[in-house]
């Protein structure tokens, strides 16, 4: 899969480290406890991931972290070279198994382009460790501009997705939102998701709604 919202992996990088990944680094305890993570997606120059292959501690040492990377796509292969950045070659969607899990499974600008989401995220909850976490940003096609509804979708998108319905999917797929970061802001179109992997094991979205993910889990956001 190597489609993109953007016109360039560099433009979807800065994206990236403007929306999310300089907050992330602010979080030193967090950074200091990521030992392996997973760029769902990733693209052929890998910014994304290089930018987790090359952190260091947010000190005067500047010591590489040594986050282990994995980029996983169809994609041939990877036109950078890393020691710690490794790539393998997989459908998304089909990918549960592993030999290393995972502590951040990133997911930037992909999700809308996956046939079946729920599948994915399910088969993710499998390669990622206990309380995990999981990074999506995705587009809503239906946004209100200058107080007017605004319509965009790009070319190869499957879904469309709102905060409600991806917070759902999220759930159900064993995902808690319960304790997540969700982000969408007036004029900007894109949704932002913090979630971290449960205890409880991927449901069956065909039977299973809103009502039966209350009542059986603790997956959902009290408001």
Known sequence: MNYSSFTSEHL???????????ELYKQNEFMESVGTMVDLGCQKEALDLQWWANAEYNDDTRTPLGIKCIGVNEIDKLVVKHK???FQRQN???FK???RKFDVLWCYDVLQ????PYEALANWWHVANQDAMLVIAVPQTTNVKFGKLAYNMHMNQK???TMPFLIYMLAVCGWDCKDGFFKKAVNDPWIYAIVYRSEHKPMDP???DLYRLAEETNLLPES
């Open 12 to 22: 979807a990088h800065e994206h990236s480290v403007t929306n999310i990944l300089d």
């Open 84 to 86: 710690g950045i490794s």
């Open 92 to 94: 998304l969607q089909n």
């Open 97 to 99: 198994e592993n030999k």
């Open 113 to 116: 382009f996956i046939t079946n």
């Open 159 to 161: 879904h469309h997705y």
């Open 206 to 208: 065909a039977n299973t």
